[in-house]
């Protein structure tokens, strides 16, 4: 069992930063893949980004690939989102997951956090 809680979203103008964090219970964190999605209103729940469970590997989506940087650190059992040069369209709510899987696919996700908004205005 895998408990899950964002924190660190918020309202930034375009061309700025937040960092998102996502921390995890349970003595078997280093088990379970992390990903990150996240669901603008109107819209399908999308895949942002994903990490290993060791932390060697990562994968991006592409519309964020160069600007958010994915990593976990598993003393803290806590997974981080970095996002950089922030644009509209990231606007949504963000909600980290677990699984154990290496897979983009929400539907493969065991495990979800509430979410955290993230707001970007111009």
């Known amino acids: 069992q895998v408990q899950l809680a964002e924190s660190g979203g918020g309202s930034v103008q375009a061309g700025g930063s937040l960092t998102l964090s996502c921390a995890a219970s349970?003595?078997?964190?280093?088990?379970?893949?992390l990903g990150w999605f996240r669901q603008a209103p109107g819209k399908d729940r999308e895949f942002v980004a994903l990490i290993s469970g060791n932390g060697e590997n990562n994968y991006y989506a592409a519309p964020v690939r160069g600007r958010f940087t994915i990593s976990r650190d598993s003393a803290k059992n806590t997974v981080y989102l970095q996002m950089r040069s922030l644009k509209r369209e990231d606007t949504a709510n963000y909600y980290c997951a677990a699984s154990t899987l290496w897979t983009v696919d929400a539907v493969n996700y065991d495990y979800w956090g509430l979410g955290t908004q993230v707001t970007v205005s111009s």
């Open positions: 349970g003595r078997t964190f280093s088990r379970y893949a």
